[in-house]
């Protein structure tokens, strides 16, 4: 029987820094991850609301989608494409959804079978009485089918999730007075791999039962009422009360109440925590893209994460969430930072001002590969994962084996209350709000802004002397200003995209910490553009790549006064003779620089340790910009994810 419980607690979740920023309320950020899964049981009309809901969720990628609903009997819609097409084939039912107010829905990124009708969820059994959507990979999925197949029972999907419906079914079925809750239950006893699963049935047709192992889920908290999502934005509208389901946890809602417990049944205290983004976050605000509104977003974002961390009155730098660290992380034999895409280019400038600041070795190592070797690594390391949703199956998997093996893990995490932000031994969050762009922007800027800071705490009282600190951090605060200056060349930025939108490839050089921000702006190019484009080194050109320059290809240069500016100004006059199109990011009142390229962008002047905060910028307005003119849908890159949860 299911147990209403009452929760007003305010989890701290982990020993991330508690965010002070707001009395009560915590950070809680979205998941962003492939595949969505929305439910709702309560009085309100459920099939705008599931719809809604599945648009809310479109930024994860998806290629088809469905809803199920339960009206005495269970009525399905799933179909291949865009949830628009569902409400289009949804139209003519009005008569049938009016209300009902329990059902599902799903969108679907193909991992087993094509994107198709019938490989889109909801799946259902034999009798069309259960139904159940699942994000996730049912890892046995191979050996379940063939058993179930010997029962009799025959599957219409090439999908993993299709056996756990029929398996639920199967367990209903034979063990005697077993009931909805305990099917589910035994079901996910027998499964391996990882699941967030919702699930109803018209037999006990009161119930929504949800679950979780690796892929998360949230339950959003109203009056009588409860949401379900694979992520907290299909949520936000209608309530800021929500539960993160825990890995290994079940929850089953009714509308008087609901019960958490661990699959083996063992009750949990749920612990309800509060939504601290608004509803405009996750909305265009009338940009024509998530991704254009989130560059523009970055002045805002970089002064969210200072704010309360630099004292401009003493010129110090406090960070909540290391603070009791700090000699630990000093006297570490080395750092290793762990990470993928975006994050490890962070990553990279981060080893670049913890090794300039505070001497402190540091090793950056793609979190696939480091997960897949046999690293050395071990007590007296400081190992930190960086990770925007703090949910990639790598950076996860590869954090808990250095765990493991007896280092300490320290997480920059934008999405609070992730997975990664739960496990670390401690962290700190970067406050970007909502990414909802699957080419990672403001979280970057934001993840650059966490690690000066860090690298600056660390330099204290090392290489690092007082007046030092202060010259940077005063610098570092008028930092969001000069990025508006460069957001104010938007259009000239998108002269320029116009210019050599049909390249078919780009090269990015940068030396120092332009290196990073010219893979950084390589992969933001390739990902929404489908351009080939190759981030380098700009010293290393004249070892093999050089030969691919010619008259076709564009040479972005990162080209900001800083120590290695005569040498960039040297690499650039090579990629010239051979009479390779430069396009140059520098300083603004560089006189020199016009006379080599052929466009220039200029930013501020800055000290170079910051200069990634700014040169990065004009390089994400081109890739959206070509992108954009080359009619790419730009948030929803084709083959890509917000999150890459599995491998
Ligand atoms: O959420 P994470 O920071 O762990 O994600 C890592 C990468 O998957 C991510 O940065 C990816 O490379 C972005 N699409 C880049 O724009």
Known sequence: MPVSIECSRVSTLSRFEVIARHDISIHIQIFMLMCGIVGYIGNREVAPLLLQGLKRLEYRGYDSAGIALLNGSLSVWKQKGCVSLLEEAFSGSAAIIKDVTIGIGHTRWATHGDPSDRNAHPHVNAEGDIALIHNGIIENHAVLRLE??????????????????????????????????????????????????????????????????????????????????????????????????????????????????????????????????????????????????????????????????????????????????????????????????????????????????????????????????????????????????????????AMRMAKKRGAKVMGLCNVVGSTIARETDFGLYTHAGPEIGVASTKAFTAQVVALIMLSIALGKNRTMSDPEIAGLLDELVQVPEKAARILQRNEEILRIAERYKDASNFFYLGRGLSFPVALEGALKLKEISYIHAEGYPAAEMKHGPIALIDKELPVIFIAAQESSYKKVLSNIEEVRCRKGRVIAIATEGDREISRLAEQVIYIPHVSPPLLPLLTVIPLQLLAYHIANLRGHNVDRPRNLAKSVTVE
């Open 148 to 397: 179930l197949e010997k029962q009799g029972y025959s599957f219409v999907s090439e999908t993993d999730s299709e056996v756990l419906v029929h398996l639920i079914d199967h367990l209903w079925t034979q063990i005697p007075l077993i009931d909805f809750e305990s099917a589910v239950r035994e079901a996910l006893t027998l499964v391996e791999g990882t699941y967030g699963i919702c699930v109803l049935s018209q037999r006990e047709p009161d119930k929504l039962i949800v679950a979780r192992q690796g892929s998360p889920l949230v339950i959003g908290v109203g009056v009588d009422e409860y949401f379900i999502a694979s992520d907290a934005a299909p949520l936000v509208e209608y309530t800021r009360r929500v539960i993160y389901l825990h890995d290994g946890e079940m929850a089953v809602m009714r509308q008087s109440g609901f019960r958490v417990s661990t699959i083996d049944n063992i009750e949990q205290d749920a612990v309800v925590s509060e939504l601290d983004f608004k509803l405009e976050e996750i909305e265009k605000g009338g940009f024509d893209h998530f991704m254009l509104k989130e560059i523009f977003e970055q002045p805002v974002v970089m002064r969210d994460v200072m704010r309360g961390r630099i004292r401009l009155a003493d010129k110090t730098v406090h960070l909540g969430g290391i603070n009791d660290h700090l000699e630990e992380l000093r006297s570490a034999h080395r750092m290793v930072i762990l990470a993928c895409g975006t994050s490890w280019h962070a990553g990279l400038i981060g080893k670049y001002l913890i090794e300039e600041f505070a001497r402190i070795p540091v090793q950056v190592d793609y979190a696939s590969e480091f997960r897949y070797r046999n690293p050395v690594v071990g007590p007296g390391d400081v190992v930190m994962v960086i990770s925007q949703s703090g949910e990639t199956a790598d950076t996860l998997a």
